[in-house]
């Protein structure tokens, strides 16, 4: 258990609605990352906070946005969904900011768009 | 910009045999690598990660990597596969940009099995 935990496990909803994903990172941990797996893609790095700022983007679509809360809490919101969007999304945290930093992921949320 | 590659997407060994899963990766500063695991329907678990202290990484579970900057390469070991070595292994480098932010660029993965 990395103490990083993601709800919903699971997500199954309908192409054009719009989702959202939570992220509670580890006691402590200011950064929050985003990331997608999927089969074609592998794993791409969406977009991280660090302690309620945006500090990076990735690969995420314009339909994709997030935000890191006061209490450092993380949602990530999936709108105008495809089905090119089911995927696994992560959440990982680190302590800080440095590259050094290992970041501990969460068990992820496995979306599916019909 | 930074990247990795991952040779071999499926490696097969038999149970107590050695493990090996190569990783090559691309920097134009010195690099910080990491090897994570994946299980089947789990997140990523941290394995070991190099950041320039030694060029030789003893992790978790067993394995151990080495950095040799002459090959631009982080392979990863286990000298005896168990069976629960099963998984999905991703090499990983984290890019750094001006601004105190960074990311985790990963490789393909590699699916790792373990027959009796």
């Known amino acids: 258990d990395s103490g990083v935990t993601q709800t919903p496990k699971h997500l199954i909803t309908a192409t054009g609605q719009r989702v959202t994903l939570r992220c509670s990172p580890r006691?402590?941990?200011?950064?929050v990352y985003w990331y997608q797996q999927s089969l074609d893609q592998g794993l791409q790095f969406l977009i991280q906070y660090y302690n309620g700022e945006e500090r990076a983007k990735g690969n995420i679509l314009e339909r994709f946005s997030a935000q890191q809360f006061p209490d450092l809490h993380s949602e990530l919101n999936l709108s105008s969904l495809e089905l090119g969007d089911s995927a696994l999304y992560f959440c990982a945290s680190s302590p800080y900011s440095s590259s050094y930093n290992e970041q501990f992921f969460g068990p992820g949320t496995r979306l599916t768009v019909l | 910009a930074q990247s990795v590659t991952q040779l071999g997407s499926h490696v097969s060994v038999s149970e107590g045999a050695l493990v090996l899963l190569r990783c090559n990766y691309s920097?134009?500063?010195?690099?910080?690598l990491f090897w994570y695991v994946q299980y089947p329907n789990q997140g990523l678990q941290l394995l070991l990660k190099?950041?320039?202290?030694?060029?030789l990484v003893k992790g978790i579970n067993g394995f151990e990597a080495e950095f040799k900057k002459s090959e631009t390469s982080f392979h990863l070991t286990k000298p005896s596969a168990h069976m629960s070595d099963a998984a999905e292994y991703f090499c990983?480098?984290?890019?750094?940009?001006?601004?105190?932010?960074?990311?985790?660029?990963f490789g393909a993965g590699t699916r790792l099995a373990v027959h009796p």
């Open positions: 190099y950041t320039s202290a030694a060029t």
């Open positions: 006691s402590g941990d200011l950064s």
């Open positions: 990983a480098v984290s890019e750094s940009v001006a601004g105190g932010y960074n990311k985790l660029i």
């Open positions: 920097s134009s500063v010195p690099p910080y």
